[in-house]
């Protein structure tokens, strides 16, 4: 289960098909240094994006999946 704490390099090593979902929302920074350091809600705050909503979609993407 992926929650905001989360950096993006950590949801994208669960499942680098996450990554359309998060481009989707804006966040087209997937490979930048921040990746490995920012959570998911510190780079959602910098683009202003709903990081419950992206949150909830990951977790759905995931679920499918199984």
Do not use: W
């Amino acid at each position: 289960m992926i929650d905001k704490t989360m950096t993006i390099r950590e949801v994208l090593n669960i499942d680098p098909g996450t990554a359309h979902i998060m481009m989707s929302f804006g966040m087209h920074c997937l490979t930048c240094p921040c990746a490995t350091a920012e959570s998911l809600e510190e780079a959602a705050m910098v683009h202003g994006i709903n990081v419950d909503e992206m949150v909830d979609q990951l977790n759905a993407y995931l679920a499918e999946k199984q």
